[in-house]
């Protein structure tokens, strides 16, 4: 009996020793191979012939965050209290078709500004999506810019996130004069920022024929923080988007808030789906008085993902839309609705002018 115990406890022993060599190991190698971004100007791949951008009536643009073609209507996730970091193969290659079909109908937009879109990941099965969708938008200028790269992400433990690359896509019809990365401030303490994704906005800047720039901004701000980091990133977005308002030009900006806009109430949507509002952060107002905060009040653009999506029952919220300088003329905006059925957001569609 004495025998016996000393071999469990040896068992015992031996598979703690295992657990811990292979957590001390990915925190060696994700230390090693931390992704630490720099502001930088990324590279635009433009189409031969493109033109500069004319004086119209109106421009649009369509914002999404396509959730790696990995969150549809069926699909649950992790971090949002669900199990799940990717779906089934099939359930995939199912959204990620569907994904590029709607982007490909979007493809007589002026601009398409596109996050959670993954170079090389385990969630979508290593499938360089900013490449495919380049090719399906052949049109269009591109520009990528990682915002998450991580070796190794090893949970849930029995089906660890693994490998992400992962980042945000723009795409325009016209000619793009240049492009910044633009890093936000702040991150994760070690060592979970090793894991989480490293935030940043992507501005491009188009010459209009009056001499003046339209400034275009694509983000992605932080999600599972108390709301510091958050705050943060919008001081420093703030800051740039003021600064080409005063210099004369104008700017918009739109993406994946992760901030309800300061007029977001907290009442059902027109699809019957009910809502909710991200607790404990004061909503998006704009820099200064006279910016605009734009959104479509009665379709949700983002979902709990804590477990698949049932309409009428699965609560939604507004964390995707535009912000525009006062001389912005606004004459559309739109969410694109169709239940969740290939991601967890909603596509959002803006029309608009430039003022004086």
Known sequence: MKKHFINLLKLLMLIGFCIIIYFAGILIINSVNDYRPLNSSPDVCSPAGINSIPERDSYSILIWNIGYAGLGNRSDFFYDGGKMTRPEQHDFDQYWEAIQAQIQSFDSLN?????????????????NQHLILSGTLSGHASIFVKNYDVPYVPVPVFNPMAKVTSGLSFFSQYAIDKASSIVFPGNYTWPKGLFMPDRCFLQCSLSLPSGKKLFIINTHNSAFDDG????????????????????GHYVIAGGDWNINPWAYTNTP?????????LSGLEGVSGPDPGWQVIFDPQYPTNRDVSTPYQHGQTPGTIIDYFVCSPNIEVFEIMSVYDGFMNSDHHPVYIRFGLGK
């Open 228 to 247: 510091s980091l958050r705050n943060q990133q919008l001081e420093i977005l703030y800051e740039y988007m003021q600064r080409a308002y005063r210099e």
């Open 269 to 277: 949507f027109i699809t019957g789906d009910p809502s909710f509002e």
């Open 111 to 127: 601009f398409i500004m596109l996050q959670e879109v993954d170079l090389a990941a385990s969630r979508s099965y290593g499938t």
